[in-house]
């Protein structure tokens, strides 16, 4: 998909990106890095845990998101930078879960002082197979302007 | 260090971590994983972006703070359950760096509908070594009471 700047996006524009399986190899990894607790690392263990079962850590789910949005969910031109997010995580991702984003622009901010950018603010549902959002996250995000031809 | 109570905590708590380098293996390699940008994955070409030189993706900062919360730096009972989380990036994360995080415990509400738990609200600087601020968080992380002797 061709990279996108602030000045082919439009409020209200929603964007999906494709889909990714997270299998439980993968969620024992990233907890064994970043993220190591009982409920990210031993099935058995989880059970009597609240999560009732192997959960990826919250932080996979976002570290996925953000490769999701990378590799075509949110095409901007100049690559997709945020300066800030706030973000929950209404359900655990679970091993076997097919994720996707889905991202909506709402607000386009042109900066004051450099002519060339602007800030986005958008909202991003991650969704599993059943439509349930693992994450919901509302993020701002630098977009460039189309520079104007020499 | 023992793992803390709700019942432990008070307003204006402060914990510090343990420290964590970060080098640029590391920092390519997540980004393959899961932020593919030139900024993240290749030096030379990190110079003309906006980051000027090579930068670890805000997700991996993200993620490697946690390790330091989960090794020790908010030695919470029962593990460090976050429900949602508001973040920024003040500054990049770079080659070399060496991290720690420093965390406050700004509010402490008890559950209404569950007595054996609470809701911590906590700020989190995660700092360089010229403790310049990567990442400053502030997230809704579970607590639980000291379970009544039997």
Not at 76 to 82: K, R
Request: glycine residues 8%; charged residues 25%; without cysteine.
């Amino acid at each position: 998909m061709t990279p996108l700047y602030m000045d082919d996006l439009k409020v209200g524009d929603v964007f999906t990106s494709a889909e990714q399986v997270i299998d439980a190899d993968q969620i024992r990894a990233f907890a064994r890095a970043f993220d190591p607790q009982l409920f990210h690392l031993d099935d058995e263990a989880a059970k009597s845990t609240l999560f009732g079962g192997l959960a990826a850590s919250g932080w996979h789910t976002a570290a996925l998101t953000m490769r999701l949005l990378v590799t075509g969910g949110l095409p901007l031109a100049g690559g997709l930078i945020g300066a800030g997010t706030s973000l929950e995580w209404p359900n655990p991702t679970r091993p076997g879960d097919v994720l996707r984003v889905e991202v909506e622009i709402l607000a386009i901010n042109p900066s004051r002082s450099k002519p060339d950018r602007g800030m986005l603010r958008v909202r991003s549902r991650t969704l599993n197979q059943r439509n349930e959002a693992v994450q919901i996250a509302e993020t701002k995000v630098l977009a460039f302007r189309r520079p104007s031809p020499a």
